[in-house]
């Protein structure tokens, strides 16, 4: 893995108190909603990280530092993992069908007798509402 830098000033650490604090009141908000009851963990915990990112950094700062490293490794498993099943699950054996039917959407074969490999288009009318919303 490469090196991990980790910006624990004190402005991040009190983001991520913040929005922890956020986090863990809406997870409570949303278990009394469901089933009328608060999970009381959650609240202290909601307490605590807002308690910790507005007064106490210093005491949060260890917990950001250990959560951003997991998250970095989360991270790298996670874009490995991700982006191999999408490769061999997906890509491969779309080109694999594409080649066997010999379909080549960006026709890529060499014709030794073409003159030219220019596409010619049909002339339009100019009208300039077709560049106004190209998507």
Known sequence: MTDMKINASDKEVRKFG???SIICLGIAGYSYYKSGTVWPWFLGGSALFAL??????AALRPVYIGWMKFAFVLGWVNTRL????FFYAILTPIGVIMRTFGWDPLTRKIDRQAPTYWITRKAEAYDPKRHERLF
């Open 82 to 85: 991700i982006l191999g099943i």
């Open 52 to 57: 910790g990112g507005l007064a106490l950094r």
């Open 18 to 20: 913040i929005m922890f």
